[in-house]
C-alpha cells in the first residue's frame, strides 16, 4: 500500500469510527466543559478561569461556582469565593449557593456572616439541620472548633433539638479528650439513626485505657438495649468479650426479634475473633434458647462449633445435647454431626467419632465428608492405631488425602514414601497452617537417607500424641545415631525445641549447642537463634548478644537474619522488651 | 604510584566477588570506601546514624554528603565498618576512587555538599535519673541507633558539669517547675507524686526554696553551656519552657501548687524576652487551672477549647554550600511529615525572635515545627512534639518500637542533631 493510499485508509476509518467515539462523552457547554477538563487534569489555574467565565455568563450556575471553589482551594485562593457566592445567593438563593457562602464567610473567619448566611438557608428549608451542619463542618476543616461547638449549640436551640447534630458534637468531644461528651452524644445519635451505632462503636474502640472506666459510667446513665448494645461491644473490642456478653444478655428485652438481633449482632462482630469464641458461643447458644425451630437449631450448632472453637468441649456437648430429635434430615443436624465429630476426636473418640461420620454418609457433601474422614484418620494415628486411619483414608486421592498418607507413614517410620506422599500433595495442600506444618516435616526428613526410620516415626507420633518428654528422648538418640548432615543435626533442633518448650533448658541448651555446632546452612542458624533466645530468658545477654552477631555474620542470607537482629536489638535494650 | 592504586582496588574488587557471600563484605581485602545510601534504598535510616557514629568513636573519618541521595555517608572501608554495618542490618555499597570520584563531581554541580565528621561528639541527655527510657524520643532514638550517651540531671548540671559534654539534649522537662501541670489532670497518680517528690527533694538538696526556683536556675546554666558553644537541642516542654524560665529571671511565673504562691498578676509585662534563646512578645497563661504554658505553642494540646488539629510539616531547602549548617538538620529521604503533638507541638511565628532560622512548618499554619539559632558560640535547636512516631502520645501509651519504623524521617531529625556537633568546626560556620 502506497502511503497516499495508507492516508486514505486510515482517514476513512477515522472518518467511520469519530462520531460514535464522541457521542460517548457528555457534552458539556462552553466554559463549564472547558473548566471541568482542566480541573480533571489537574490544571486548576486554568480551570478557576473557566469557571469564572461560565459565572460571569450565570451568576447563579450551581455547578460553576461549586467547581470554581474546589479549583481555588489548591491554589490556596479559597478568600476569592465570597464575591462569587454571594452574587449567587443575590441572584437566585439555593442550597449550594448557601453552602458556598458559609464556607466563604469561615474561610475570612467571620462566623457573624457565617451565621447569617445560614439563617437565610434554614429560612428556605424549616427545621432542616443541613444549614447548620454546614457550618460546623465548616468551622472544623478551619480548626475552630470552639465556634464549631457554639454552632452545634446554636443550630440545637434553632431546630429545638437537643439532640440535633449530635454525630458532629460527638466527634467534637472525642478530639478534645472529653469522652463522657462524646459517649452521650454518640448514644443521642445512635438514637437517631441506628445506622450510627456501628460508627460509635468504631469510634469509641480506641479510648485509652485510664478513660474506659469513664466511658462505661457514661452508657451506664442510659438504661436502653443501644447503651448495652454499645457497652458490650466496647468491652469486646477492648478483650473482655466474656464480661461483654454478660453485659448484654443481662439487657435483653422480653421481645425475641429484637433480642434475637442483638445476640445476632454482638456473635457476628466476634466472628472473626479465635479469643472471643466462648463469648460467641454463649450469644449464640442465647439465642438459641429464645427460638425455636430451625433458627434455634441452626444457632445450637453455631454455638458448639464456637465451644469446641474455644476448646471447651463439655460446653459443645451440652449444647449440641439439646438439639431436638427427630431432625435427622435437616442441614442443621448434618452441621451438628459434623460438629460432634470434632468434639469426640478431642476427646480421643475415634471409634465413636466413626460411627458417627457413617450417620452422616448420605446428608454430607462429598468434599466435608471426606474431610471429617481425614480427620478420623489422624485421631486414629493419636490413639496409635495406624492401620485403622491408613483403612480410613482409604479411596481419599485428593491432595489432601496424600498429605494425611503422607503423615501416617511418617509415623509409621517410612520415610521415602512420606516424602514422596508429601511432594505429590504439593505446598498448598490443606489449611495454611497444615501447609507449614508439612513442609517443615518434609525440611526434617529430606537429608535422611535411610528409606524407613521407624524410631522417627515413634518420635514424631508421640508428639502427636501429646506426650513431649517421650518424643523428646526418642528424637535426641535419632539425632544422635544419624550423622549432622544426614539429617542429624535437624532432629536435635527438634528435640531442642521440644525440650525447652518442656522448661528444661538445660538439656535443651545442649542439643542446641550440638545443632549450631554441625555448621550445616540449613540447621545450624537457627539452633543459633534459639539458643540466643534460650540464653536470653535466662539473663545471659553477652552470650546470646556474641551468638547473635556470630549468626548475622556467619549467615547473612539465612532467613533467621531478621529475627536474629530484633532478638540482638531487645537484646541490647535498643528497643523495648516483645 | 596512580596505577599501583588502580591495580590494587581493582585486585580486591575481583578478589571480593569470588569470595563467599559470608565473607564477601568483611574480607580481608576491602574497597577503601563504604557509601551509605540515605534514599529510599537504605534498609535501615536510623542505624545508619549509629553506623557513621561509631566509626568516628574509633578514630575513623566520615563524610556526610549532604543532599546526596538523601544525605548519604561516606563511611571508611574498614572491616569494623563492614562488620558494624551488617550487624546492623543497614545498607552499604562498596566504593572505590572512581566512585567516589564521580559522587565528588556531581555534589559540586549540584546543591550539595561533603561535610567531613571528625569526632564523636560526647552526648549527655537531660534526663530524672529514674526516668524509663522509653519515655523520650531522643533516648528511644539513641538507644536505637547504639550512639552512646550519658545521662545528666540538676545535680551535674548546677555543679558545672556541662563542658564535659559537646551535645546536650532536654528530656520533656518543665523548666518553670510546674510539673508539666500534670497536677490538673493527674493529681494522686503514684508517678505524679513520686515525680513532685522528687524534683521538691532535690530542690531542697541544692539549696533552693522552690523547684521553679531551682529549675530557672539550671535553664540559666544549660543557656551558659550555650554560649560557651555547647550545643543544645530540645524537644517538647523542654522548648517552651526553658524560654519562659530564662526570661522570667526575678518573676514568679508558677502557680502556687508549684511553690505556694500564685503567679505575679504583672508577669506578662516583667518577662525580659532579651534572656531567652528563641522566642519574645509571648503571653503567660495565668490561669493555674489551664495545663497550657502560654501562646507560644501552636497547637495548644491541653486546652479543649484552643487545640489545634494536626497536619504535616514541610522541610526547608537551604543552600548546602552556603548554608551548611540548616542543611545538615534537615536532612531527609521525605520533605513533608505528619505531623505529632507534645505538651508544646509546634512554636506560634508571631513569638519567634528576629534570628531564629525556620527549619520546617506547616504551610498556611500559623506554627512551624523546627528552629535554630545561635547563642553566642553555641547553637540550638527546637523540635515540637513528643514523638515522631507516636503522634497523639498519652501518657502511659505502649513504648514506641523503632524496629517498625526504622525510616522515620521525624527521628532522622533526631539524628541529624546527634551528628551535627561532629563536623569539622570550620564547617559549622554559616
Redesign the interface.
Known amino acids: 500500500m502506497t502511503r497516499v493510499a495508507s492516508f486514505v485508509f486510515m482517514l476513512t476509518l477515522l472518518v467511520g469510527i469519530a462520531p460514535p467515539l464522541m457521542a460517548q462523552r457528555p457534552q458539556v457547554p462552553g466554559d463549564l466543559g472547558v473548566a471541568l477538563d482542566a480541573e480533571r487534569r489537574g490544571d486548576f489555574a486554568a480551570a478557576a478561569v473557566a469557571y469564572q467565565r461560565a459565572l460571569a455568563a450565570n451568576q447563579a450556575d450551581a455547578t460553576a461556582l461549586m467547581g470554581l471553589e474546589r479549583s481555588l482551594e489548591p491554589l ?1 485562593r479559597s478568600g476569592e469565593m465570597l464575591v462569587p457566592a454571594q452574587a449567587a445567593v443575590a441572584r437566585a438563593p439555593s442550597p449550594a449557593a448557601y453552602s458556598v457562602l458559609v464556607r466563604a464567610w469561615v474561610t475570612h473567619r467571620n462566623v457573624d456572616s457565617a451565621r447569617a448566611a445560614v439563617a437565610g438557608w434554614s429560612a428556605m428549608a424549616k427545621g432542616e439541620p443541613a444549614p447548620y451542619r454546614e457550618l460546623v463542618q465548616a468551622l472544623v476543616r478551619t ?1 475552630q ?2 465556634e464549631a461547638k457554639r454552632a452545634v449549640e446554636w443550630g440545637r436551640v434553632q431546630l429545638g433539638n437537643d439532640n440535633a447534630m449530635a454525630y458532629d458534637m460527638a466527634q467534637l468531644r472525642a ?4 469522652w463522657t461528651g462524646a459517649t452521650r452524644e454518640w448514644l443521642a445519635a445512635a438514637r437517631e439513626l441506628p445506622g450510627y451505632r456501628l460508627t460509635a462503636l468504631a469510634a469509641l474502640t480506641p479510648v ?3 478513660e474506659r472506666a469513664t466511658v462505661r459510667t457514661a452508657l451506664g446513665t442510659e438504661r436502653t438495649l443501644e447503651a448495652r448494645e454499645l457497652e458490650a461491644g466496647l468491652l469486646a473490642r477492648w478483650g473482655d468479650p466474656d464480661e461483654a456478653v454478660k453485659v448484654l444478655i443481662a439487657a435483653l428485652p422480653s421481645d425475641r426479634v429484637r433480642a434475637s438481633e442483638a445476640l445476632r449482632g454482638f456473635a457476628s462482630g466476634l466472628q472473626t475473633r479465635p479469643d472471643a469464641a466462648r463469648a460467641r458461643g454463649a450469644a449464640l447458644e442465647e439465642l438459641a434458647r429464645r427460638n425455636s425451630g430451625d433458627a434455634a437449631a441452626r444457632a445450637r450448632v453455631e454455638a458448639a462449633q464456637a465451644y469446641q472453637q474455644a476448646g471447651d468441649q463439655a460446653a459443645a456437648r451440652r449444647v449440641l445435647a439439646a438439639l431436638p430429635a427427630g431432625r435427622s434430615g435437616s442441614a442443621a443436624a448434618a452441621s451438628a454431626g459434623s460438629t460432634l465429630i470434632g468434639v469426640l476426636l478431642s476427646e480421643g473418640k475415634p471409634a465413636e467419632a466413626e460411627a458417627e461420620l457413617a450417620k452422616l454418609r448420605d446428608r454430607l457433601p462429598a468434599d466435608e465428608w471426606q474431610a471429617l474422614r481425614r480427620s478420623i484418620a489422624l485421631g486414629w494415628a493419636r490413639a496409635g492405631q495406624l492401620d485403622r486411619g491408613a483403612a480410613a483414608l482409604a479411596g481419599d486421592s485428593t491432595v489432601e488425602g496424600l498429605a494425611a498418607r503422607g503423615r501416617l507413614a511418617l509415623f509409621r517410620g517410612d520415610i521415602k514414601t512420606a516424602v514422596d506422599l508429601f511432594r505429590a500433595a504439593g505446598p498448598y495442600a490443606g489449611s495454611r497452617e497444615e501447609a507449614a506444618h508439612r513442609t517443615a516435616l518434609l525440611a526434617l526428613v529430606q537429608p535422611l537417607t535411610a528409606d524407613t526410620l521407624p524410631a522417627l516415626g515413634a518420635a514424631l507420633l508421640a508428639l502427636e500424641q501429646g506426650d513431649s518428654a517421650r518424643g523428646a528422648k526418642v528424637l535426641e538418640q535419632v539425632g544422635d545415631a544419624l550423622p549432622a548432615e544426614k539429617g542429624g543435626a535437624g532432629v536435635t533442633l527438634l528435640a531442642a525445641s521440644v525440650r525447652g518448650s518442656l522448661g528444661d533448658s538445660t538439656d535443651a541448651e545442649a542439643l542446641l549447642r550440638k545443632a549450631a555446632a554441625s555448621a550445616l546452612p540449613a540447621t545450624a542458624p537457627a539452633a543459633e537463634l534459639e539458643l540466643a533466645r534460650l540464653l536470653l530468658a535466662q539473663r545471659r545477654s553477652a552470650e546470646a548478644i556474641g551468638l547473635l ?1 556470630h549468626l ?6 539465612s532467613a533467621t ?2 529475627e536474629a ?2 532478638a ?2 531487645e537484646a ?5 522488651p516483645t | 604510584m596512580i596505577r599501583r592504586r588502580f591495580m590494587g582496588t581493582t585486585a580486591a574488587a575481583v578478589a571480593a566477588l569470588a569470595l563467599p557471600a559470608p565473607l564477601r563484605g568483611l574480607g580481608a581485602i576491602r574497597a577503601p570506601w563504604l557509601l551509605a545510601p540515605m534514599d529510599d534504598t537504605q534498609a535501615d535510616h536510623l542505624k545508619a546514624y549509629g553506623v557513621a557514629f561509631r566509626a568516628l568513636e574509633r578514630g575513623e573519618k566520615v563524610e556526610w554528603l549532604l543532599n546526596y541521595r538523601s544525605g548519604s555517608f561516606l563511611l571508611p572501608g574498614s572491616a569494623a565498618t563492614a562488620r558494624d554495618a551488617a550487624l546492623a542490618g543497614v545498607t552499604v555499597h562498596d566504593a572505590d576512587a572512581g566512585a567516589v570520584t564521580s559522587i565528588r563531581a556531581e555534589i559540586e554541580q549540584a546543591n550539595m555538599d561533603a561535610v567531613p565528621l571528625e569526632k564523636a561528639p560526647r552526648v549527655a541527655i537531660y534526663s530524672p535519673p529514674n526516668a524509663a527510657p522509653w519515655d523520650d524520643a531522643v533516648t528511644m532514638a539513641l538507644e536505637y541507633a547504639g550512639v552512646k550517651y550519658e545521662k545528666v540531671w540538676d545535680q551535674e548540671v548546677i555543679q558545672g558539669r556541662l563542658p564535659d559534654y559537646d551535645w546536650l539534649h532536654l528530656h520533656h522537662e518543665d523548666f518553670t517547675g510546674q510539673f508539666s501541670k500534670f497536677v490538673l489532670n493527674y493529681a494522686g497518680a503514684p508517678w505524679l507524686t513520686e515525680m513532685m517528690q522528687r524534683n521538691q527533694d532535690m530542690a531542697r538538696a541544692l539549696g533552693f526554696s522552690s523547684v521553679p526556683e531551682e529549675k530557672r536556675a539550671v535553664a540559666q546554666r544549660i543557656a551558659g553551656f550555650v554560649e560557651q558553644g555547647g550545643f543544645l537541642f530540645a524537644m517538647c516542654t523542654a522548648t517552651e519552657t526553658i524560654d519562659l524560665a530564662l526570661a522570667s529571671a526575678g518573676t514568679d511565673i508558677a502557680a502556687s501548687f508549684a511553690d505556694g504562691t500564685p503567679m505575679a498578676a504583672d508577669a506578662n509585662a516583667r518577662m525580659d524576652w532579651s534572656r531567652g534563646l528563641a522566642f519574645e512578645n509571648a503571653r503567660l497563661e495565668q490561669s493555674p487551672t489551664m495545663a497550657v504554658f502560654s501562646d507560644i505553642d501552636g497547637h495548644q494540646v491541653n486546652s479543649p477549647d484552643r487545640r489545634q488539629e494536626l497536619g504535616a510539616f514541610t522541610l526547608f531547602d537551604f543552600s548546602a554550600k552556603i548554608d551548611p549548617v540548616p542543611t545538615m538538620l534537615v536532612q531527609n529521604h521525605r520533605q513533608v511529615i505528619p505531623d505529632f503533638y507534645g505538651l508544646t507541638t509546634s512554636f506560634n511565628r508571631r513569638t519567634l525572635k528576629p534570628g531564629v532560622t525556620v527549619m520546617a512548618e506547616e504551610p498556611g499554619a500559623p506554627w512551624v515545627k523546627y528552629i535554630r539559632g545561635e547563642v553566642g558560640q553555641g547553637t540550638w535547636t527546637f523540635y515540637g512534639g513528643h514523638d515522631p512516631e507516636d503522634p497523639q502520645h498519652q501518657i502511659g501509651d505502649a513504648p514506641t518500637d523503632l524496629a517498625l519504623h526504622p525510616h522515620s524521617p521525624g527521628y532522622r531529625l533526631i539524628l541529624n542533631n546527634v551528628l551535627f556537633p561532629a563536623a569539622k568546626k570550620k564547617e559549622l560556620k554559616t
Open positions: 490556596n480548626r472548633r470552639a478530639s478534645e479528650g472529653d485509652p485505657v485510664r552477631e548475622i555474620l556467619t549467615w547473612p542470607e537474619v531478621p537482629r530484633r540482638l536489638d541490647k535494650g535498643a528497643v523495648p
